[in-house]
């Protein structure tokens, strides 16, 4: 807790220059819901501590003394460089308080009233600094459950302190006692995660994460991802209106530190990053990216704690600059030209820059799963024209890459059987060196369909394909979408619930408990073999023979999202979306519609045939991935 901050006065306050149990009260720092903070001299140590005092009315419920316990003794476990750490508890003529470090410092929170904020540069460092602490304490089973700019100190040596583990819960409690209260478990609203705000008692580690990005939302732009007129507003935001984009607000911040926040802040806890680990190397990247200059004038302190992991050129190979080092893989080149048919893959060098999960693939293994699908086309013959205009749904066109396309009732294209699969994808990485270094937080197999592509990157896929075979390939608009569903309220019909094995979507197979599997309740009695994604085409396809169309991946259309498909999708799915993120959609045709279900929702409004669900162009999330059309030559 901070020394240099002051919640109130001696004057105001009759505990100031009182003892109590075996600490003298000099001044009151602060209050929150559990009661007040003060500076106070622990007597047999002769040290300044901060002395958390529980509210006298708290204090007469046997259960709420059982919760400030418990807090406290969780706390007192946990010592960590980046921790405030909690000396004792005590009880003293019925007056429960415990003891911890007293930070000489402020709060982010000053700061950010101030009219400041902070840098890319000090925000990755409070952000190393901030998931340190955290980590510890997840480790020691604890969420803290409010991590917020008021809750992050900077110590006088320019170090950060989490602090307040006052709504902390153990992961794993040992005893019986129902350590509720209404109001007292929701977090702050402006930062608080979604399923947090809706089911308290579950939300683990991940909730802290998803309030750590909306911590740096505000720190690195100067204002909360999410405003309102009430804190009931904000909430219905964190749950409802897309994840804002902090470059948007600060068109400085690096693309990469961007996404990062984004993916933090991710409304299903299974998008968000999965790991401390995970979420450190992708801050070390997005340091390494900064120039010297931006670290050199930041007000936070390199961590004393932490060692940092700094790229080399063979982690970061973007990094390399120079005219030595140019001139030396000029004159390598030179050598090596002869020899090898190519250099370093493009998308090994470039893919350093956009990196938005998980790290890299594994270059070699990459390699040889994309050098045997290169051969493996290489054995197919070209595209023909007169092979698209002749293509049935019993004879379907298939191109180099082995997707097949059939043609689809009242549209002048052939639709692609089955989403673009994994090593369609990574056939086009490969061989343009696109920037896209990208995968969910599960394994999946070359056949299953590629998650993590935004919009852009469908089109460039789109694009790098035209160009390849000299056909016209793009994504399907909204209206050949519709066209390609089929007859039904649901793209197996108007059943619900679906009968077994229809598609790959959420059923009882969540009930696994593995990390991946989906964590949010699936659809009653219904099952199908995959837990997560499957293999394209694992299902029964519908009337045009197209497979997964409300499965599996949710997919990119060639629209913006416009006043006329969202009447289309009210006339079907009739769930209204709120009205500031209704009039946020359409201020410019900014955000770009997909369509489908997906593998791990199992609401009957995730379904429907009919329902759009609107994305920046520029959004990778664990759910949406696209498939291709191909325009039809005139005859």
């Known amino acids: 807790m901070a020394g240099g901050e002051r919640g109130g006065s001696a004057a105001s306050d009759p505990m100031v220059g009182t003892q109590l149990g075996g600490y003298v009260i000099e001044a009151l720092l602060g209050e929150g819901a559990m009661g007040k903070v003060y500076r106070a001299r622990q007597i047999s140590l002769g040290r ?8 006298r009315n708290l204090a007469v419920q046997e259960e709420m003394v059982e919760r400030f316990r418990r807090e406290a003794r969780a706390a007192g476990t946990i010592s960590h460089p980046h921790l405030v ?58 969420v803290h459950r409010d991590i917020k700019p008021d ?30 209260m209404t109001g007292m478990g929701m977090g702050t609203p ?42 009931i507003e904000v909430v219905s935001k964190h749950l409802m209106a897309p994840v804002p984009q902090a470059r948007e607000a600060n068109p400085g911040l690096t693309p990469a530190f961007s996404d990062l926040i984004a993916r933090l802040m991710a409304k299903n806890p299974e998008h968000r990053p999965q790991s401390h680990a995970e979420i450190d190397k992708a801050l070390d990247r997005c340091a390494a990216l900064l120039a010297e200059e931006m670290r050199r004038q930041s007000r936070i302190s390199a ?34 030209c002869p020899i090898f048919s190519k250099g370093p893959e493009a998308g090994d060098v470039l893919g350093a820059v956009g990196v938005a999960e998980g790290g890299s693939r594994g270059g070699k293994e990459r390699r040889a ?16 024209a007169v092979d698209i205009a002749s293509a049935s749904k019993d004879k379907p066109f298939a191109n180099s890459l082995g997707m097949k396309f059939v043609p689809v009732s009242g549209t002048k294209v052939l639709f692609c059987i089955w989403e673009t699969r994994v090593k369609d994808f990574e056939a086009f990485v490969e061989d343009s060196g696109y920037s896209w270094n990208e995968k969910p937080a599960f394994d999946q197999t070359p056949d299953d369909p590629v998650l993590r592509v ?38 197996w019909g108007d059943e619900w619930p679906p009968r077994e094995g229809a598609e790959n979507i959420c059923g009882q197979e969540y009930k696994l408990g593995t990390p991946d599997d989906p964590q949010f309740g699936g659809i009653a009695g219904y099952r199908d073999a995959h837990p997560r994604t499957s293999p394209v085409g694992s299902y029964r396809a519908n009337e045009f023979g197209l497979y997964d169309m409300g499965g599996n991946a949710r997919e990119w259309v060639l629209d913006s999202w416009t ?15 709120p009205p500031e993120l209704v009039a946020d959609l359409k201020k410019g045709n900014r955000f770009r519609v997909s369509r489908g279900g997906v593998w791990c929702f199992s609401s009957p409004a995730n379904y429907v045939s009919s329902v759009r669900d609107p994305h920046l162009p520029n959004g990778r999330h664990n759910i949406t991935g696209f498939r291709c059309v191909v325009e039809v030559p005139p005859h």
Not at 87 to 115: D, H, K, P, W
């Open 369 to 384: 799963r994309s050098a045997k699908l290169v051969n493996e086309d290489a054995r197919m013959p070209a595209p023909r």
């Open 151 to 180: 809750n992050l100190m900077l110590d006088n040596r320019g170090q950060i302190k989490v602090t307040d583990l006052g709504l902390a819960r153990l992961a794993e409690q040992d005893s019986s006692v129902a350590l509720t």
């Open 454 to 491: 935004s919009w852009d990157d469908a089109r460039a896929f789109c694009a790098w394909l035209a160009k390849k075979e000299g056909q016209e390939y793009r994504l399907p608009t909204d209206d050949e979408w519709d066209a390609a569903v089929g007859r039904g309220k649901y793209p």
């Open 563 to 577: 006043e006329a498909n969202y009447q289309k999708h009210l006339a079907g799915a009739g769930s209204e979306l």
């Open 85 to 142: 750490q909690i000396y004792s508890f005590g009880e003293a003529a019925g007056t429960c308080f415990f003891a911890m470090e007293l930070v000489e410092g402020q709060s982010l929170r000053r700061y950010l009233e101030r009219g400041e904020h902070f840098s890319e540069a000090e925000c990755i460092e409070i952000a190393r600094q901030t998931l340190a602490g955290l980590c510890e304490a997840h480790k020691a089973g604890v």
């Open 190 to 231: 402006l930062y608080i995660a979604p399923e947090q705000a809706e089911r308290m008692h579950t939300a683990d580690y991940r909730a802290d994460f998803y309030a750590f990005g909306a911590t740096l939302f505000h720190l690195a732009t100067g204002r909360p991802p999410y405003d309102g007129d009430t804190g």
């Open 48 to 55: 300044e501590v901060a002395l958390k005092v529980m509210a």
């Open 303 to 336: 961590s004393q704690a932490l060692r940092v992991v700094k790229p080399t050129v063979w982690d970061e190979p973007v990094l390399w600059i120079g005219g030595a080092v140019a001139a030396v893989v000029v004159i390598v080149a030179g050598i090596l």
